[in-house]
C-alpha cells in the first residue's frame, strides 16, 4: 500500500501563473481533502471532495479550484499566482465510514516568486 | 468547533516521559480529542483519539479529565525521533473533513 502520494514534491512558480497539484489517495479511501500550510503555522483547510463534489470549504479564495476524478484522485488548482500563496500543499484522504482517521501525503512545497 | 489551546514549545531529554497539555474549554458533548505528530517537510501523522478516561496504544497515552476541558498527550521514553509538532484537535469522531489545526507544541528532544 503506498498511502496517499502527491506530485510535485516541489514547485516555483511565478506571479500571476496558474498550477495544479496532484493527490492519489490510500487504496480503499473515497475521500479527499487538501490543506495549505503555511511555514510556523498548523495546515489549514481548503476543501474537501468526495463522490466528484465538493463537499466542505473552507475561508478560501475562488482562485483555488478542486476536481476528484472516478478513481477517487485529485487535482487542487490555483490561479493568478500570489507571494503569499508559497506553502506546503498536504492532501489528506480518508473513508466516509465512521471512526476513521485522515492519512495525509508528504505535501507539495510550492514556491511562488 | 472547539478551540484548543497548547504550548508553543516544549523541551526534554532522551528517555524521559513527556506530557502536552490541551485546553478545550468549549468541547461539545459529541466531540473527540485527536493528536496528531508533524515532522519537518512532511504531513501529519494520527497519533491517538480519545473521548473520555485514558487511551492508551503503542506510541503514547491520552488522558482525559472528567469535565473534557483539557487532556494531555503522554509519551513515554521520548528519544531523538520524536523531535517533531504534536498537535490537538477536536472534532466529532469520524469527522476526517474539515480538520482545524492550531499552532501545535513544538517538541525538541535533546540527547
Known amino acids: 500500500d503506498a498511502g496517499v502520494t502527491q506530485s510535485p514534491t516541489h514547485l516555483i512558480k511565478t506571479r500571476g501563473q496558474q498550477v495544479t497539484l496532484r493527490c492519489s489517495p490510500k487504496?480503499?479511501?473515497?475521500?479527499v481533502s487538501w490543506y495549505q500550510q503555511a511555514l510556523g503555522q498548523g495546515p489549514q483547510f481548503i476543501f474537501q471532495?468526495?463522490?466528484?463534489?465538493?463537499?466542505q470549504r473552507g475561508n478560501f479564495p475562488d482562485r483555488f479550484s478542486g476536481h476528484q476524478f472516478p478513481n477517487y484522485s485529485s487535482e487542487l488548482n490555483v490561479n493568478a499566482l500570489l507571494l503569499g500563496d508559497s506553502a506546503l500543499y498536504l492532501c489528506?484522504?480518508?473513508?466516509?465510514?465512521?471512526?476513521?482517521?485522515?492519512?495525509f501525503g508528504q505535501g507539495t512545497r510550492l514556491t511562488v516568486v | 468547533l472547539a478551540k484548543t489551546t497548547q504550548p508553543i514549545s516544549m523541551d526534554s531529554y532522551e528517555g524521559q516521559e513527556v506530557n502536552i497539555t490541551c485546553s478545550h474549554n468549549n468541547i461539545a458533548t459529541n466531540d473527540y480529542i485527536t493528536w496528531y505528530q508533524q515532522f519537518p517537510s512532511q504531513g501529519p501523522r494520527f497519533i491517538i483519539q480519545g473521548y473520555k478516561t485514558k487511551v492508551t496504544n503503542e506510541v503514547a497515552s491520552l488522558f482525559i479529565p472528567a469535565d473534557r476541558k483539557s487532556s494531555t498527550l503522554s509519551l513515554p521514553r521520548v528519544s531523538l525521533s520524536d523531535t517533531a509538532v504534536y498537535y490537538c484537535?477536536?472534532?466529532?469522531?469520524?469527522?476526517?473533513?474539515?480538520?482545524?489545526f492550531g499552532q501545535g507544541t513544538t517538541l525538541q528532544v535533546k540527547p
Open positions: 484537535l477536536v472534532g466529532k469522531a469520524g469527522n476526517t473533513g474539515k480538520l482545524i
Open positions: 489528506a484522504s480518508s473513508w466516509t465510514g465512521l471512526n476513521t482517521e485522515a492519512f
Open positions: 487504496s480503499g479511501h473515497d475521500t
Open positions: 471532495y468526495y463522490e466528484e463534489e465538493e463537499r
